[in-house]
């Protein structure tokens, strides 16, 4: 009963997330000028709009039965690039976006969970505000990855020469298929980034409120 109870609320923390993710995406497409994502319905805080059954909910949660960081992603709002401001740097800025949403979300949740107590609080209290933190770290983190069609690809990008773009291109209609592969077939190479960047974050964290 208790991993149940467990179950639904890292699917709900899972749901919101994602959502503020994509949503961050598109209201930085439009207001660098591209309302591709508006037209098509994304500016939207309806999670199901932006639901990937794969990485929105059957990574997510085989990872959190497996007792591993949780990770995951949503479906892409689609984007005109051709009508971004900036170029390179103007995707580079939408794809940002949503990461740090997380981080915000990460901070914010901690902070109310550090000072209320409801961080160290048992049962269903410390669960909803450990989940919060920690699924949004995971988000960031595993977002940041510079792996096409993840955000921090997009970055990379920005800065990337002419024949890394072209790989990375390449890389990308692979899609989520792509993920997938790197997750299974390297396990420990991303459960150590992910912990890495998670504790670093969360160091971080506690040394803002003064822990050290």
Known sequence: MAQLISLLIVFAIILLSMMLHELAHGLVAYWLGDN?????????????KHLDP?????????????????????????????????????MALVAIAGPITNFLIAFVAFLIGYFSGG???????GTIWGYLVSVNLGFGVFNLIPIPPLDGSRVLYAIA??????????????GVFLIMIIVVAFPSVISTIMGGGVDAILKAFFWIVGVR
């Not at 591709?36 to 199901?48: C, I, Y």
């Not at 961080?119 to 209290?125: D, I, V």
């Not at 773009?165 to 390449?170: D, F, L, N, S």
């Open 54 to 90: 794969i990485l929105s909910v059957l990574m997510p949660l085989m990872l959190f039965l497996s007792g591993g960081p949780i990770f995951g992603g949503a479906k892409p709002v689609p984007i005109n690039t051709r009508n971004l401001k900036y170029g390179a740097w103007g």
């Open 161 to 174: 020469p002419d024949g890394v773009r072209e790989v990375m291109t390449k890389m990308e209609q692979l």
């Open 36 to 48: 591709t994502a508006k037209a098509e319905g994304r500016l939207t805080l309806n999670p199901l």
């Open 119 to 125: 961080l160290f609080a048992a049962g269903l209290m």
